[in-house]
């Protein structure tokens, strides 16, 4: 299993405990850290479309109106912070965010 966020984002902390203690062998990826490949990010837009940019975000809010109006993958290749957090990849199943529909199909 990997999820991808940042380190500082608290609901990253909380999935990521919540599974480890559920016992899911969890690889944490950072995605400030280690950047996206195309491969990726293209791989998690095709599963959620422009769902998975958090346009409520600081990072989405900075962006110019260029960019705002450009595909999803041009998002998160210019700031990967602004997908919404976390994405998990379970095997082949993707889930996105920590709320109680994603956390009743792990835990």
Known sequence: MILYGIPTCDTCKKALKALEAAGHDVTFRDV??????????????????????????????????FLKASEPEAQIAAQPTVMKR????????WHLCWDDQVQAKLL
């Open 86 to 93: 976390p994405v998990i990849r379970d095997g082949e199943a």
């Open 32 to 65: 400030r850290a280690a950047p996206l490949s195309e491969a990726e990010i293209a791989e998690i837009v095709t599963e959620f479309g422009d769902r998975v940019i958090n346009k409520a975000s600081t990072t989405y809010r900075s962006f110019s109106d």
